[in-house]
């Protein structure tokens, strides 16, 4: 079992850099893909960013370039850094992890396609024009 509860989210300007930050509890000795993705009230999910427990990181075409995943092992807490926000990245955005013995794909699939197995509740960003 893994919780995971995001921190960080907020309203901010055009073109502002908000980070938000994922503190995990439970399992946190195993190894998984950590990333992050948004989903629109009834609306499918949108991979944003992954990381392995290496370090390796694949990223949506939408933000590469604006955010950066990282996390930080000894404090078990994943952050994605957002910079040059722009209106249509407002949303919810959501920590998620699978565990990488039980996921087939590549960090890039996992973007494409986040079929995480833990989440947390989510933080809002809002991003006003």
């Known amino acids: 079992q893994l919780d995971l509860a995001e921190s960080g989210g907020g309203s901010v300007q055009t073109g502002g850099s908000l980070r938000l930050s994922c503190a995990a509890s439970?399992?946190?000795?195993?190894?998984?893909?950590m990333g992050w993705f948004r989903q629109p009230p009834g609306k499918e999910r949108e991979g944003v960013a992954v990381?392995?427990?290496?370090?390796?990181?694949c990223y949506a075409d939408s933000v590469k370039g604006r955010f950066t995943i990282s996390q930080d092992n000894a404090k078990n807490t994943l952050y994605l850094e957002m910079n040059s926000l722009k209106p249509e990245d407002t949303n919810k955005y959501y920590c998620?992890?699978?565990?990488?013995?039980?996921?087939?794909?590549?960090?890039?699939?996992?973007?494409?396609?986040?079929?995480?197995?833990?989440w947390g509740p989510g933080t809002q960003v809002t991003v006003s024009s």
């Open positions: 439970g399992h946190t000795y195993m190894s998984y893909y």
């Open positions: 998620a992890a699978v565990l990488e013995a039980m996921y087939t794909g590549s960090c890039h699939d996992l973007v494409e396609n986040p079929d995480f197995g833990y």
């Open positions: 990381i392995d427990s290496d370090g390796n990181t």
